[in-house]
């Protein structure tokens, strides 16, 4: 069983970052404008991922940064400058959801750990030893599992592979993040970082419905998971490290959940009402971890909620009034009257010493000054540094009297060179990198129209045109057929709906060019870029015009046609073959 797990705090920002380092946070993840999951302004620069590694360090703690949403051909250019610079920064760790991001951090920066990202949906042990087996050290773990299913993890997978989980914070309505709501409403991809949380909105679900069952409500809507008092099970389930989630929320908010947390690893009681004052949602759940799916896991932000908030913030803020001293500093201190001055050195367990040299020459003193020399150099407080220890090596005629003044000075001087030798950057090594590049190839144009229905009535009656999206002329031999790009995409509503392409007079079937089936028929699985299929009937060759108009198009539901096709057809096309699917 493990004494503590790491815990892992939230850093939207430089601030958030210091904070969370200083009043009790373990480590700390944080992301850079790019390649996060969080598409916000309050990410770091690399300027201040850079410091944050400084200050993080300093005091004995890590710095992870997120790479976990899933990059595009285009941009996967750009990311070895990334895993670059954040690895010059000194970050301890890179988490990643895509096997290609991983791929490219194993290439260009080997020497950093790498944690599979819970948008990877980490469920099972099978996974979980894959992903060690792909280098990653760590696998974060999907909200959803339930305690056995951590325990059952954490017994089938290599004991040097980490385990880490969600402690405190919102879930989403989809099985780890892999939402596709946002980007359907709002255009914003919650796999792009960009999620606009459209599962918080209200709904109407009024259909069906008994008679006093809320229609209008926040069907979607979960309320934050609190794990908290689950802390110590999820210790002995064997995982190493515990997250909280909220990049976007303020420092006070994770002060008051560390501070929680914290207490709880220390057997000692903490201040539920300000965790939930601080942020919920009508309250917190453990419906996952404890295996109890059902309605008391929705909730939504209220008014009251807001106001607890506004109200628990300066108590929060009380609680990162002094930096927490957790770096244990040993000192040695030699000399004294006969040697004209003392020398302190402090040392802290990572192997850094430093050695200052008191101003003023001791005096004789008329009893042991020894006590009060301790007690001076205890005094460490608004600094990362508790002591522990002091090794006292009195020259001849002893250390010696020297004011209170004298030995705080010296405590002070020491303690800031350490903490200035600890701020040393330490920097990955990376490897130099060059994208390889592949040759160029054509591809078909992007549709330059997409349309899309939520109901049947919405169809347009009137029939549009279809014209040919070509780069270059298209010559068809006689008899010969071919698909012509049409730059329509369409998704129809339902199976209560076709598309009926069909060609008529005036169009290019006056030259001999027309449908090869006369009249095609799109039923509702069809989804894409609409291709029409066309025939030379002539004996000369036909050269089809980039824009040139091939077809027309008109969307009607089964039971109302909008048209009748076969009065619209001339006599060569309707000897073509009547109706038949242009979409398949």
């Not at 515990?242 to 006070?252: D, N």
Request: net charge negative.
């Amino acid at each position: 069983m493990l004494s503590c797990p790491e815990l892992l705090s939230p850093a939207g920002s430089l601030e958030a970052l210091k904070y969370a380092v200083m009043y009790g946070a373990d480590a700390v993840y944080c992301a850079l404008p790019r390649f996060g999951m969080r598409a916000a302004p309050v990410n770091l620069t690399i300027g201040e991922l850079h410091d944050g590694c400084i200050f993080a360090h300093a005091r004995g703690k890590k710095v992870y940064l997120t790479l976990n949403n899933l990059p595009t051909n285009d941009e996967l250019s750009e990311l070895p400058q990334y895993i670059k610079d954040a690895a010059e920064a000194g970050v301890d760790a890179f988490i990643i959801a895509d096997l290609g991001v991983l791929s490219l951090a194993k290439q260009y920066a080997p020497d950093v750990d790498v944690h599979f990202s819970t948008q990877a949906g980490i469920t099972n042990y099978a996974a979980a030893t894959m992903a060690y087996n792909l280098g990653a050290k760590r696998v974060v773990l999907a909200r959803e599992l339930t305690l056995t299913d951590i325990a059952q993890i954490r017994d089938n997978t290599p004991p040097e592979l980490e385990l880490e989980a969600f402690v405190h914070g919102a879930m989403c309505m989809s099985v780890s993040g892999r939402c596709l709501l946002s980007s359907y409403m709002t255009g914003r991809s919650g796999n792009r970082g960009a999620c606009a949380g459209p599962c918080r909105l209200p709904f109407d679900a009024s259909a069906g419905l008994k008679p006093g069952q809320p229609g209008r409500a926040c069907h979607l809507s979960l309320k934050d998971m609190d794990y908290i008092p689950h802390l110590r099970e999820l210790m002995d389930a064997g995982v190493a490290s515990v997250k909280i989630e909220g990049r976007l929320r303020t420092p006070e908010y994770a002060a008051a959940v560390v501070t929680a947390c914290r207490a709880v690893c220390a057997g000692q009681p903490y201040d539920e009402k300000l965790v939930r004052d601080i942020f919920s949602r009508s309250g917190f759940t453990d419906g996952y971890l404890t295996n109890r799916n059902d309605g008391k896991m929705f909730g939504v932000r209220t008014e009251a909620d807001a106001a607890a908030t506004r109200a628990a913030t300066p108590k929060a803020r009380e609680l990162f009034r002094r930096e927490l001293q957790r770096v244990p500093v040993h000192y040695e201190l030699s000399g004294g009257v006969e040697d004209g001055g003392v020398k302190l050195t402090a040392r802290d367990d990572d192997g850094h010493r430093v050695s200052v040299y008191s101003a003023d020459e001791p005096q004789p003193a008329q009893k042991d000054p020894l006590p009060g020399i301790e007690r001076a150099l205890g005094k460490t407080g608004g600094t990362p540094f508790v002591m522990d220890g002091l090794a006292a090596a009195p020259g001849e005629g002893g250390f010696g009297f020297l004011p209170g003044a004298a030995w705080n000075e010296l405590r002070r001087e020491a303690l800031d060179k350490l903490l200035e030798k600890r701020s040393e950057v330490t920097p990955h090594a990376v490897q130099a990198f060059e994208m390889p590049t592949y040759p160029a190839h054509t591809v078909g144009q992007l549709p330059a129209l997409a349309a899309r229905f939520a109901n049947a009535a919405q169809c347009p009656a009137e029939a549009a045109d279809l014209c040919a999206v070509l780069d270059t002329p298209l010559t068809l031999a006689p008899m010969q057929r071919a698909l012509v790009p049409t730059g329509l995409a369409i998704e129809l509503p339902g199976p209560a709906c076709v598309a009926l392409v069909y060609a008529r007079s005036g169009l290019s079937i006056k030259h001999g060019l027309c449908m090869a089936n006369g009249v095609g028929v799109i039923d509702s699985d069809y989804r894409g870029e609409l291709r029409v299929p066309m025939v030379n009937l002539s004996s000369e060759p036909y050269t089809i015009q980039p824009g040139e108009r091939v077809a027309q198009l008109c969307i009607a539901p089964v039971w109302q046609a909008a048209f009748t096709p076969a009065d619209e057809l001339t006599d060569t096309a309707r000897g073509a073959g009547g109706f038949g699917s242009t979409g398949k």
